[in-house]
């Protein structure tokens, strides 16, 4: 289920190749292990067509076909199982071939999700707006009425673009012309480092303002740093609560022991877990436990000593030496409880 208040989802996409059935779903079980809801695939062939049956029985989260330029392949796809289809009204084929995809949603109670990015843009909507997010949500839904048209209503819109500002700003206009759930998204948007901050600033302007219903957070690498990336996503905008967030300051030239080492030790501890806790590795006593009031556990250190403290109250104090062990350990008594 999408919208209508459900959870936002997470969606990956396959790096494989959908026929060779064995990799794609080794693929899907790291990401589906990982936290991934959704998972998209290539249909490039008749044989990626035919093995989406196989894929699908192997693996526990919906699969989504992905298919442009032959309406034969989107009804194979359709016909072999997957839960919905990603095609392109616009290059699917004419009246004709539409009409038998749309018909084939329907019978067989799939949704589909359609949209446009900066390089998909009708000819029509370039010429009189130019590349805006004007001319890509008109474009989106031109793609929608043609489904409307032949009676298919269970629709999911994206409107893609590399360009975070312009990203935000489809969506944006997009939510204000449709009530359809939304696939949200910044495409193209490069290696690790720079994709994970481009989708975080655009994602997270959206999520903010209650805009999205699943989401992709493309990089050029392992799809499972994608998942990893959304999941860190939609905890920083509040939308998932049930994970051990941990908060550290930066550290300032008060700080006299390895707080930054700890604090990482801690992070990858806690990681798979699914409870909300709270967990403050701060620098100094002066500030951390005031700071840190509203946190479940605590640590910070002077020169020669550390203090655990629970809620901003004083604890204990303890040897430097031991502060890490007596620290893990008041973890475990709050995961464990």
């Known amino acids: 289920m999408l919208g209508g208040g459900e959870p936002v989802r997470i969606q990956s996409m396959c790096t494989t190749k959908t026929s060779n059935v064995q990799s794609t779903v080794e693929q899907i ?22 093995a989406i049956k196989a894929v699908k029985n192997s693996i526990n989260i919906p699969l989504v076909a992905d298919i442009h330029f032959s309406h034969k392949l989107a009804i194979a796809a359709i016909e072999s199982g997957c839960d919905k289809v990603r095609i392109n009204p616009g290059n699917i084929g004419g009246d004709r071939q539409l009409k038998a995809v749309a018909d084939c949603i329907k019978a067989h109670g799939i949704s589909v999700r359609v949209g446009s990015n900066t390089g998909s843009i009708e000819k029509e909507f370039l010429q009189k707006y130019g590349k805006n997010e004007n001319s890509l949500v008109e474009s989106a839904l031109k793609s929608v009425s043609l489904l409307e048209k032949n009676g298919v209503e269970d629709i999911v819109i994206s409107v893609k673009a590399s360009d975070v500002p ?172």
């Not at 079980?29 to 035919?50: F, H, N, P, Q, Y």
């Not at 901003?312 to 709050?334: H, M, P, Q, T, V």
């Open 29 to 50: 079980k790291r990401l589906e292990k990982a936290g991934c809801e959704i998972i998209r695939v290539s249909v490039l062939d008749e044989e990626d067509a035919k």
């Open 166 to 337: 312009l990203t935000v700003k489809a969506y944006k206009l997009l939510a204000q012309k449709t009530c359809y759930p939304l696939h949200i998204g910044v495409t193209e948007a490069g290696t690790e480092e720079m994709a994970v901050v481009k989708s975080s600033v655009a994602l997270g302007a959206l999520l903010l303002d209650g805009i999205g219903d699943t989401l992709r957070v493309s990089i050029t690498d392992d799809p499972v740093k994608e998942v990893l990336a959304a999941k860190r996503i939609l905890r920083a905008a509040g939308l998932d609560k049930n994970y051990v967030d941990v908060v550290a300051c930066p550290t300032c030239g008060r700080c006299r022991w390895n707080s930054m080492e700890l604090a990482k030790k801690v992070s990858a501890y806690v990681e798979s877990f699914s409870k909300p806790v709270k967990i403050a590795v701060m620098g100094c006593v002066v500030n951390g436990p005031g700071e840190a009031k509203d946190c479940d556990i605590g640590i910070a250190g002077a020169e020669d000593y550390c203090v655990i403290f629970k809620n901003g109250e004083i604890l204990r104090r303890i040897n430097r030496e031991d502060a890490e062990s007596e620290f893990f350990k008041e973890i475990d008594k709050i995961l464990n409880d």
